[in-house]
């Protein structure tokens, strides 16, 4: 069974660096791309960039270039998203996904989600 | 950065009647690459459609999607109650994906 297998929420403060995770298990990880999905409170899905776990090649969208860093751990089959200097405004819902070549690179799978809050 | 825009963006409907979802894109989307997801409360979002009109693994066909130009179009023939939910779609290019603001589909 395919399962993308996120780490548990987060409290932080403004200021604080932080690093989320996803482990995929059920599958070859190094086949799929995977992305990450930001979902601020009662908004919709936000694109942040992916990164092919093959070689660690990443993309990112402009909105998220520089904010963020996406890396992968192909040896334990993880992706992860961090932040160096987390703001009030990355609190939100973040998801990591699996893209499938098979299904024209839309996202066949998704994590549960990591829950970020940032507050002091 | 091609931008979806989804109408509308608030659809009340009863259960048994057909709901029509739109997805403009503001530039050509290679239809190919255009897919429709359901998220419900409180869960992650589901693939529903890929390829603009192939239906993904499980999904009944009382869902349908369709494309003409920059238009795509995600059609639930009859509403059963668990098809309340808010609905996203999304197209990729260029190495990068987008998503539309989302339709929500709500008991009238």
């Known amino acids: 069974e395919v399962q993308l297998v996120q780490s548990g929420a987060e409290v932080k403060k403004p200021g604080e660096s932080l690093r989320i995770s996803c482990k995929g298990s059920g599958y070859s990880f190094t086949s799929y791309w995977i992305s990450w999905v930001r979902q601020m409170p009662g908004k919709g899905l936000e694109w942040m960039g992916r990164i092919d776990p093959t070689d660690s090649y990443t993309n990112y969208s402009p909105s998220f270039q520089g904010h963020v860093t996406i890396s992968a751990d192909k040896s334990i089959s993880t992706a992860y998203l961090q932040w160096s200097s987390l703001k009030a405004s990355d609190t939100a819902m973040y998801y990591c996904?699996?893209?499938?070549?098979?299904?024209?690179?839309?996202?066949?799978?998704w994590g549960q989600g990591t829950l970020v809050t940032v507050s002091s | 950065e091609i931008v979806l825009t989804q109408s509308p963006g608030t659809l009340s409907l009863s259960p048994g009647e057909r709901a029509t979802l739109s997805c403009r894109a503001s530039?050509?989307?290679?239809?190919?690459?255009l897919a429709w997801y359901q998220q419900k409360p409180g869960q992650a979002p589901r693939l529903l459609i890929y390829?603009?009109?192939s239906r993904a693994t499980g999904i009944p066909d009382r869902f349908s999607g369709s494309a003409s130009g920059t238009d795509f179009t995600l059609t639930i023939s009859r509403l059963e109650p668990e098809d309340f939910a808010v609905y996203y779609c999304q197209q990729y290019g260029s190495s990068s994906w987008t998503f539309g603001q989302g339709t929500k589909v709500e008991f009238k």
């Open positions: 996904a699996r893209h499938s070549y098979t299904s024209s690179w839309s996202i066949d799978y």
């Open positions: 390829g603009a009109s």
């Open positions: 530039q050509s989307v290679s239809s190919s690459y």
